[in-house]
């Protein structure tokens, strides 16, 4: 079991930064894939960032060239520096952790984190 704590998250003006973080238990932190996911009210779960067990990252297109993922294996932590924030940015962001065993997927997530976007 894989225990995501987030934290960071709050409110800001448009145009401002935040940058999240999340804290995972365990000892196997560098093998998983990690990634951010965020959900606005009446909307579905949509990825936001991916960094793998090898440092690989992808975006989603709304937040390329403003968010950056990244991971600390040494500390056990992934973080998401978002900038140029938008209104539209609103939403809970969830830390999600994705493990293989025995070619079984395990995915364990946060409970959330709540970003406002708004002046």
């Known amino acids: 079991q894989v225990q995501l704590v987030e934290s960071g998250g709050g409110l800001v003006q448009p145009g401002g930064s935040l940058r999240l973080s999340c804290a995972a238990s365990?000892?196997?932190?560098?093998?998983?894939?990690m990634a951010w996911y965020r959900q606005a009210p009446g909307r579905q779960r949509d990825m936001v960032a991916t960094?793998?067990?090898?440092?690989?990252?992808n975006y989603a297109d709304s937040v390329k060239g403003r968010f950056t993922i990244s991971r600390d294996n040494a500390k056990n932590t992934v973080s998401l520096q978002m900038d140029s924030l938008k209104p539209e940015d609103t939403a809970v962001y969830y830390c999600?952790?994705?493990?293989?065993?025995?070619?079984?997927?395990?995915?364990?997530w946060g409970q959330g984190t709540q970003v406002t976007v708004s002046s």
């Open positions: 999600n952790a994705v493990q293989w065993r025995w070619s079984t997927r395990y995915d364990y």
């Open positions: 365990g000892t196997m932190f560098n093998t998983y894939n």
């Open positions: 960094i793998s067990s090898g440092s690989s990252t």
